[in-house]
């Protein structure tokens, strides 16, 4: 068993449902995994409490959320010298055909700097959800004329394969440990 943070920034919850997938499919294959929003976690020691961590964001304007841009930052030691897993969630599901297409390629310079950072075993990008009032009325305006579709765009599916995954190195690693 590997004790396991699961750390989210959240400014919908769409991130927090994710990271909380993330963590029930974690403890399904062993693991102690504690799921927790990045406002959470204070003071110098919160890195001691976990083996590894799995760090992921809400996007918005092509960058992770503040505080969890901050905690990176301010981490970045600390973080490599562990198994690390990143995850961002935009919309690029709710783009047209090839819009979309574009996004899912698109390097998004401010998150691929955290990614350089930190560098993580993997870091992942999954749709989240998007509603009218996430949207100020510019911002609706510009959704629309891009013919966005609003809706829940998570892939369940491979948002809990990422997570086996993960589950898999994590039980190697732990196998690793007590051999060694």
Known sequence: ???VLVLH???HHSTQEIASRIGERLRTHGH???VR???QVTGGHWL???DALVLGSAIHNGAWLPPAEALVRG???QLRDRPVWMFSVGMSAALPGPVRR????AVQPRIAELVDLVRPREHRRFSGVIRREH???KGAVFFRLLGCRYGDHRDWAAVEAWADEIAAQLTKLAARRRAG
């Open 37 to 39: 929003a990045l406002d």
């Open 75 to 77: 981490a970045v030691r």
């Open 135 to 137: 949207l100020d009325r």
């Open 102 to 105: 574009f996004a899912d390629r």
């Open 48 to 50: 001691d409490q976990c």
């Open 32 to 34: 102690d995994a504690d």
């Open 9 to 11: 920034a959240s400014a």
């Open 1 to 3: 068993m590997v004790q």
